[in-house]
Nanobody, 124 residues
Framework: QVQLVESGGGLVQAGAALRLFCAAS????????MGWFRQAPGKEREFVAA????????TYADAVKGRFTISRDNAKSTVYLQMNSLKPEDTAVYYC?????????????????WGQGTQVTVSS
């Protein structure tokens, strides 16, 4: 069983930066692809970014490409999401997710483990 705990969310102004953290417990972290999703009020949960088990492969949603960076430190069992140039439309609860396999995926159904979420609010 893998448990995920997100942190780093908060209230910022448009144009600011935030770094989200996802701390994982369990022995399979280093062989698991990880992802970040977000859910705004009244909307479905959507894909943001994913990273493969080694950290050498990443992919992003078009809405965040060039502004967000996903990375991981397998020695610390932690995944990061660096968010720059934040916009009001980035406001959402951000969820960390983990897969049972090593290759990255962009679909919710491909992820087996989820954190409780961390709120990010961007004011205009």
């Amino acid at each position: 069983q893998v448990q995920l705990v997100e942190s780093g969310g908060g209230l910022v102004q448009a144009g600011a930066a935030l770094r989200l953290f996802c701390a994982a417990s369990g022995r399979t972290f280093s062989s698991s692809a990880m992802g970040w999703f977000r859910q705004a009020p009244g909307k479905e949960r959507e894909f943001v970014a994913a990273i493969n088990y080694s950290g050498l492969g990443t992919t992003y949603a078009d809405a965040v490409k060039g502004r967000f960076t996903i990375s991981r430190d397998n020695a610390k069992s932690t995944v990061y999401l660096q968010m720059n140039s934040l916009k009001p439309e980035d406001t959402a609860v951000y969820y960390c997710a983990g897969r049972g396999g090593p290759t990255l995926r962009t679909t919710r159904a491909d992820y087996d483990y989820w954190g409780q979420g961390t709120q990010v609010t961007v004011s205009s």
